[in-house]
C-alpha cells in the first residue's frame, strides 16, 4: 500500500503522492478523471495557460470510486485568487476579480468553460501562475456528473452569471476594449475530426458522440455570442 496524503477540500476525494496530485470520481458512474483528460488536451488545442492532466489507472493502492484518476504536478507557485481578494462581499470580490492584471487570460478562462459546459468555475476555482491565470479542475465539466448525458443542467455557470450564455455576454460587453480574436480563431478551427482525435482516446462511441456533440454545439453558441457582441445583431440566445 502506498503511503499518502489524502484530502478532499473539494467534493473528490484527492491524493498527494510525491509531488503528484492524484484525483477520483465522485460517484461510481461519474467520471471526473476522464473529463479532466479531455479538457486538458482541449487546453493545448487551444494554447491556453493551464496544468496538464493526463489519466492513469490506480496502480497507487489507493480505495478509490474509479478505476481511472486524473493526475498533475503540484505546483505550489501556484495559488486562488481567493486567496489573493480578501473580501467576504461576494459582489465587491467579482467586481475586484473583474480588475485583476490578467484580464484577457480571465476572459479566455470563461471562453473555455463555454466550450466544455464547465459548471464549476466558483470563486474557489480561479487560479494565478505568476500573475497569469492559469486553468485547472475541470472534472465537472462536459456532463460528467450526469454520466455524460446532455441535460439542460450543462448550460449552468458561475460566478457572474447563473448561465454560459448570459455570463460571455457580460464578459464580452465588460471587455470589449481588450477582446483578442485569436481564441475565437481557434475555436473556429475545433471541428469534429479534432474532438474525434482527442476523445477517441478516453471514450467509445455512442458517450464519445455525446460529447462531440455538445461541444460542437457550444461551439457554435459562442461565435454566435461573440458576433452579436462585436456586430450588435439582433438577441440571439445560448442553444
Known amino acids: 500500500?502506498?503511503?499518502?496524503?489524502?484530502?478532499?477540500?473539494?467534493?473528490?476525494h484527492k491524493w498527494n503522492i510525491n509531488g503528484l496530485l492524484y484525483k477520483d470520481s465522485m460517484y461510481l458512474y461519474s467520471r471526473e478523471p476522464i473529463a479532466e483528460a479531455i479538457c486538458s488536451d482541449i487546453l493545448d488545442l487551444l494554447e491556453?495557460?493551464?496544468?496538464?492532466?493526463?489519466?492513469v489507472d490506480n496502480y497507487i493502492g489507493v480505495t478509490s470510486v474509479s478505476k481511472k484518476l486524473s493526475v498533475?504536478?503540484?505546483?505550489?507557485e501556484i495559488v486562488?485568487?481567493?486567496d489573493l481578494i480578501l473580501e467576504d462581499d461576494t459582489d465587491t470580490f467579482l467586481e475586484l476579480l473583474l480588475d485583476i492584471d490578467d484580464k484577457l487570460g480571465l476572459l479566455n478562462m470563461f471562453i473555455f468553460d463555454a466550450l466544455v459546459s464547465n459548471p464549476d468555475r466558483h470563486i474557489n476555482?480561479?487560479?494565478l501562475k505568476e500573475g497569469k491565470v492559469i486553468i485547472l479542475d475541470n472534472g465537472q465539466a462536459l456532463s460528467s456528473m450526469n454520466g455524460f448525458e446532455i441535460l439542460p443542467g450543462h448550460w449552468r455557470s458561475q460566478p457572474f452569471e447563473p448561465f454560459h450564455g448570459e455570463q460571455l455576454k457580460f464578459l464580452f460587453n465588460r471587455y470589449s476594449d481588450i477582446l483578442d480574436e485569436s481564441i475565437i480563431l481557434k475555436i473556429k478551427e475545433i471541428y469534429r475530426r479534432n474532438l474525434e482525435e482527442i476523445i477517441g482516446k478516453y471514450l467509445e462511441?455512442?458517450?464519445?458522440d455525446k460529447i462531440i456533440t455538445l461541444i460542437l454545439c457550444n461551439k457554435d453558441s459562442i461565435l454566435k455570442i461573440y458576433n452579436q457582441v462585436i456586430n450588435t445583431d439582433a438577441s440571439i440566445s445560448w442553444t
Open 80 to 82: 486562488k485568487v481567493s
Open 48 to 55: 491556453l495557460n493551464h496544468v496538464s492532466y493526463s489519466l
Open 72 to 76: 498533475c504536478k503540484i505546483d505550489p
Open 205 to 208: 462511441t455512442p458517450t464519445k
Open 125 to 127: 476555482n480561479i487560479h
Open 1 to 12: 500500500m502506498v503511503r499518502a496524503e489524502t484530502f478532499s477540500s473539494g467534493v473528490l
